[in-house]
């Protein structure tokens, strides 16, 4: 083996000794560098046996142990908290912040349906017309939005083939307050006979009354204007006699199509989340003793790999056999070990699962409460 030197049983701690340097300006994290380097390296045997690791790998491991739990930590809080998350700016550090569930996201989302029902949305409905030709009952609206220099296509959304409502065709202001009787016996032809003016104040259900029995005249006794579209073909009904107007409401294809907006300073997915390195100074005793024996089984591994570069090393009279398999083999249970604590333990701290203990404790006091003998009082 080669002469190399190994952990001599002190170390100091000097910033720059880590790989990245994440920590080592934290002062926290330099008081306990070479702490972390004793222990790791007195449960790996020393002083009995040498350990075949310098400081520079104790403080390596020890680094990428608190990298470690700051990912897990704040993969937890992006997966708690993404549809929250989404949208938001992306360049204001989320280290230290509580972050407050928001409807904003689902809001934005729930646009989409408003687009469908027509109570809003994110589309943009625009307005066309085209002029009726004599004699001709079908119209290609796919030709006319070619016409119109628009790309993609359109999707029909109204038809404006409607009468005037019965407030507009039969309101007469000289006639009294509401709509006047003048007025609607025009409507049927017959206003000759009433008289002009009306000083009755009536109320506002009689007025309903009349409007609603003028539209059923114009429905049961007039033509009956309509249409029928079938794939942006529309069919007029009836066959119109003369050149007019025929006003639509439609959205561009394309405009429905399009999924994305700009989202340049936002977050558009977890990689941009913005959580940086923890704060070694601010995690907790729990959080420490996680990071410290992760470390350890960050240096067993390390040592493992090491000493499997040679199998048995010779003593005097014989073969000494290296334990890397060992070591492999319990390093790689004692991290998915550590790390299936860490998830564990932060599922059961997420915000559903405060919410259903609490609703349990609830339940349980008041059945409690409820087994307590109620004594009556005698004055």
């Keep these: 083996m080669a002469d190399i030197q190994v952990w001599t049983g002190t170390s100091t701690f000097f910033p720059g000794d880590t790989p990245f340097g994440f920590y080592d300006n934290d002062t926290a994290f330099q008081a306990d560098a070479d702490k972390v380097a004793k222990f790791c390296a007195q449960r790996l045997g020393y002083p009995l046996m040498d350990v075949e690791l310098q400081s520079g790998s104790f403080y390596a491991v020890f680094e990428e142990a608190v990298t470690v739990y700051g990912n897990e930590v704040f993969q937890y809080k992006i997966r708690e908290n993404y549809i929250s998350m989404e949208g938001a700016s992306s360049t204001t550090s989320y280290n230290n912040q ?89 409507a049927f032809d017959f206003g000759s006979y009433s008289p002009g003016v009306n000083f009755l104040l009536m109320p506002a259900s009689f007025d309903i009354l009349k409007m609603q029995a003028i539209e059923f005249n114009d429905q049961i006794r007039r033509s009956a204007f309509s249409f029928e579209i079938v794939n942006n073909r529309l069919k007029l009904f009836p066959i119109p006699s003369a050149a007019g107007k025929v006003l639509f409401e439609y959205y561009k294809l394309s405009d429905k199509q399009d999924i994305t907006r700009d989202g340049t300073g936002l977050i558009t997915n ?23 024996q992760y470390a350890l089984a960050l ?27 060992d070591l492999l083999t319990d390093a790689r249970v004692e991290k998915e070990r550590l790390l299936l604590q860490l998830r564990e333990m932060l599922e059961q701290t997420s915000r559903n699962a405060q919410l259903e203990r609490k609703a349990n404790e609830t339940r349980n006091a008041q059945s ?4 307590v003998p109620m004594t009556i009082y005698v004055g």
């Design 299 to 325: 240096s067993k591994e390390l040592l493992g790999y090491i000493r499997g570069k040679y199998t048995t090393v010779p003593v005097p009279g014989a073969e000494t056999t290296l334990n890397q398999a």
């Design 368 to 371: 409690t409460i409820a087994s």
């Design 270 to 292: 977890v990689g941009e989340v913005p959580y940086s390195n923890p704060s070694y100074t601010e995690i907790n005793s729990v959080g420490r003793q996680w990071i410290f």
């Design 98 to 186: 509580i972050i407050d569930a928001s409807l904003n996201r689902i809001i934005q989302i729930s646009e989409n349906y408003g687009t469908e029902a027509e109570v809003g949305g994110t589309v943009t409905k625009h307005t066309g017309e085209f002029t009726t030709v004599p004699d001709q009952q079908e119209y290609n609206l796919d030709q006319w939005a070619t016409d119109q220099g628009i790309e993609g296509g359109i999707e029909i959304r109204k038809v404006f083939y409607e009468a005037p409502p019965a407030i507009l065709r039969y309101f007469d202001p000289y006639a009294g307050t509401g709509s006047g009787i003048q007025s609607l016996m025009d």
